[in-house]
């Protein structure tokens, strides 16, 4: 890995961690009242989650950038120039390594053994892009999934300010949220899968090695297996937002499931 790359990835992990620790609180105090009437374990996965839209919102508007613009990626999926690509997977593995470190220092109230091996998997295979620059087209792609982690993250900012469920904002965010997941992370696998088997064969292929090809292919049956996890379970949520069967609500002072056990519901 290169000292670019070391860098951006240190910088990324500071960064995020001090948007975690000083910026969101901030912000938040001047958007939401709602904010400081928060607990301090709800005020914490309320930081994390606005760093995660953050990073999100970067890393995804960047990756499309690359997709539409950097020609050299696009030529060649499996040999092109990185540049770009690294510096764009450098950020994500920096919110990885700050978000790996806030589970385990939260575990009793964000711990997520699903999202623990999301960002494993994620770690693994980027790990390779950064140290030999392979495979740039590919773990640019990947990170298109990232455009819905802002809809996932409003989602739980309105439960959280018990916005009721038939707002028309919470109804028309959970739409939202359920139609982008669809479409970035369960419509493109077709075409991804169909960009990998291409490459089966080929002297490019074959130059990549044992070694990172079964990081390649296995991370991302395991980062899809979990996306389709995911997807069915937005997809319950959100027919029974739209159908008015989200059961019966929970009276005041009473704990929700939630409040007993939280859920993460990242999806970065």
């Given at each position: 890995?290169?000292?670019?790359?070391?860098?951006?990835?240190?910088?990324?992990?500071?960064?995020?961690?001090?948007?975690?620790?000083?910026?969101?609180?901030?912000?938040?105090?001047?958007?939401?009242?709602?904010?400081?009437?928060?607990?301090?374990?709800?005020?914490?996965?309320?930081?994390?989650?606005?760093?995660?839209?953050?990073?999100?919102?970067?890393?995804?508007?960047?990756?499309?950038?690359?997709?539409?613009?950097?020609?050299?990626?696009?030529?060649?999926?499996?040999?092109?120039?990185?540049?770009?690509?690294?510096?764009?997977?450098?950020?994500?593995?920096?919110?990885?390594?700050?978000?790996?470190?806030?589970?385990?220092?939260?575990?009793?109230?964000?711990?997520?053994?699903?999202?623990?091996?999301?960002?494993?998997?994620?770690?693994?295979?980027?790990?390779?892009?950064?140290?030999?620059?392979?495979?740039p087209y590919f773990a640019n792609f990947r990170l298109i999934s990232e455009l819905s982690t802002p809809f996932v993250n409003q989602r739980w900012f309105y439960e959280t300010l018990k916005y009721p469920r038939?707002?028309?904002?919470?109804?028309?965010?959970?739409?939202?949220?359920?139609?982008?997941?669809?479409?970035?992370?369960?419509?493109?696998?077709?075409?991804?899968?169909?960009?990998?088997?291409?490459?089966?064969?080929?002297?490019?292929?074959?130059?990549?090695?044992?070694?990172?090809?079964?990081?390649?292919?296995?991370?991302?049956?395991?980062?899809?297996?979990?996306?389709?996890?995911?997807?069915?379970?937005?997809?319950?949520?959100?027919?029974?937002?739209?159908?008015?069967?989200?059961?019966?609500?929970?009276?005041?002072?009473?704990?929700?499931?939630?409040?007993?056990?939280?859920?993460?519901?990242?999806?970065?």
């Open positions: 890995m290169e000292t670019r790359e070391l860098t951006v990835v240190a910088g990324s992990f500071v960064g995020f961690q001090l948007l975690f620790s000083v910026a969101s609180p901030r912000l938040s105090f001047a958007i939401t009242p709602g904010y400081g009437r928060l607990p301090p374990t709800k005020l914490t996965e309320w930081n994390s989650r606005l760093v995660s839209t953050v990073h999100a919102l970067i890393v995804g508007l960047f990756c499309l950038y690359i997709l539409w613009f950097d020609d050299e990626v696009n030529a060649n999926p499996v040999w092109g120039d990185p540049n770009l690509v690294k510096l764009n997977v450098a950020i994500t593995c920096g919110y990885l390594l700050y978000d790996l470190v806030l589970l385990a220092c939260n575990w009793s109230t964000m711990g997520d053994s699903f999202f623990v091996c999301h960002h494993l998997a994620a770690l693994y295979a980027y790990g390779y892009v950064l140290t030999r620059g392979v495979l038939s707002h028309r904002l919470v109804v028309f965010n959970g739409v939202a949220m359920s139609v982008v997941f669809f479409l970035v992370r369960i419509a493109v696998m077709p075409s991804y899968w169909a960009s990998v088997f291409a490459t089966f064969g080929t002297p490019e292929f074959d130059r990549l090695g044992l070694g990172a090809q079964v990081a390649w292919i296995t991370s991302c049956i395991a980062l899809d297996i979990l996306n389709t996890i995911w997807m069915y379970k937005i997809a319950r949520g959100c027919y029974k937002v739209l159908t008015g069967r989200g059961g019966p609500k929970v009276k005041e002072g009473a704990a929700s499931p939630s409040d007993k056990k939280h859920i993460n519901n990242h999806t970065d």
